[in-house]
């Protein structure tokens, strides 16, 4: 098991969830991730990371497998002009590579909105620190563990 999965495995476990962590194999998508694991698309939350142009640091955005950010609606929540988050700062602020960042378990906190949709679920899916594996929760947890906002960003 990756250091990243363990550290999921860890906030989780530390939070009180047992952790059922899936692998979805060459799962490149939402839409694949949902198919490896035989739930609708927008049960997969995705976090979307980007960069606060003025304070630099990451922002992240939960979002449903088939919303995108409304780029003027991040801004406005995160109260700054937003770009894209490049490699070298997930990995700074999260723990995480692309396609496997976790809404749990970053090495750092991250100011985080959560998109409502998320919420019409009893069960999602999100990555659990690799690009190839998945873990379900309750869209109450994930606000609860990540204190996301619940907030309209997306298109």
């Known amino acids: 098991m990756s250091k990243s999965m363990k550290r999921v495995r860890g906030a989780l476990e530390a939070a009180g969830i047992t952790p059922e962590i899936k692998e979805t194999g060459a799962a490149r998508t939402a839409q694949m991730a949902a198919d490896s694991v035989g739930c609708t698309l927008d049960q997969i939350a995705k976090s979307i990371i980007f960069k606060g142009l003025e304070s630099g640091e990451a922002l992240l955005f939960l979002t449903a497998g088939g919303n995108q950010v409304n780029d003027a609606k991040a801004s406005t929540l995160a109260g700054e002009p937003l770009g894209k988050?490049?490699?070298?700062?997930?990995?700074?602020?999260?723990?995480?590579?692309i396609g496997g960042v976790a809404p749990v378990g970053h090495l750092n906190p991250i100011r985080a909105w959560l998109d409502p949709r998320l919420c019409?679920?009893?069960?999602?899916w999100a990555a659990a620190g690799t690009p190839h594996h998945v873990f379900p929760l309750a869209p109450a947890d994930l606000s609860r563990l990540t204190g996301a906002q619940a907030a309209d960003f997306t298109s």
């Open 120 to 124: 019409e679920f009893d069960i999602i």
């Open 85 to 97: 988050a490049d490699a070298a700062l997930i990995r700074a602020q999260t723990g995480f590579a």
